[in-house]
């Protein structure tokens, strides 16, 4: 079956560090991935896109980097402060055709000041 | 634009009682997303439109739900007769089939408690 595996455990690291989350996925042949951030009591908001044909994508102080061939997506925030405290979520689209994105259950990130 | 409406904001109702949820996509958007978020299961898809037209709607958890677009400014999901566990956070989504990113835009959603 298909699946989308996040680590389920919070992150917690210190302000100016970087972190690093985890995206795992099985059985799926996605063309791309995306990466949301959720705040409490909001909806996920997109954060950034990379393609199969693409290894690295960068937006400001995010990187995201996706290896078809482990089958994973690291997602890392440099320089991390305080406010980057969130829930950070990956989805793919599944079946070819299929337009509706499915969700991995997320990672929360805690940052320290 | 104002992005993706959703209302209500909270909604608590007893059991056995009838639930609307409502959204309005963002204008020139062309698909229509309802998820449902819990802790023990995420976010999961409930059905999706496209053109107004129900795409997909296997994720519906069973017959008590049903989900309509009439036009393209609107949805509504009901829950007749709504159950306890019904309880969670109702995202609408809208996104567009000529944007590159196809990235989905989520309303605040709705959190339903069911007493």
């Known amino acids: 079956s298909q699946k989308i595996e996040q680590n389920s455990e919070a992150l917690n690291i210190q302000e100016g560090k970087t972190a690093t989350l985890t995206c795992n996925y099985t059985?799926?042949?996605?063309?791309?991935l995306q990466w949301y951030r959720q705040d409490p009591g909001r909806g996920p908001v997109f954060l950034l896109l990379i393609r199969e044909n693409e290894k690295e994508k960068r937006k400001e102080r995010l990187k995201v980097t996706f290896d078809t061939t482990l089958k994973q997506s690291l997602f890392h925030i440099t320089a991390s402060q305080p406010a980057d405290s969130a829930t950070y979520l990956c989805?793919?689209?599944?079946?070819?055709?299929?337009?509706?994105?499915?969700f991995g259950s997320g990672t929360r990130l805690q940052v320290q000041p | 634009d104002a992005g993706v409406i959703q209302s209500p904001r909270h909604e608590v109702t007893e059991m056995g009682q009838e639930v609307t949820l409502r959204c309005k996509p963002i204008?020139?958007?062309?698909?229509l997303f309802w998820y449902r978020q819990t802790m023990m299961r995420g976010l999961e898809l409930l059905i999706y439109?496209?053109?107004?037209?129900?795409?997909?709607d296997s994720g519906m958890p069973e017959d008590r739900f049903s989900a309509k677009m009439p036009n393209a400014s609107f949805s509504n999901l009901k829950i007749q007769p709504s159950e306890p566990r019904d309880s969670a956070v109702y995202f609408c989504?809208?996104?567009?089939?000529?944007?590159?990113?196809?990235?989905?835009?989520f309303g605040q959603g709705t959190r339903l408690t069911v007493v």
């Open positions: 439109f496209n053109n107004n037209v129900p795409i997909d």
């Open positions: 059985n799926y042949s996605p063309a791309y």
């Open positions: 204008s020139g958007h062309d698909y």
């Open positions: 989504a809208s996104s567009w089939a000529g944007g590159r990113s196809t990235e989905a835009f």
């Open positions: 989805a793919l689209r599944g079946d070819t055709g299929r337009r509706a994105l499915t």
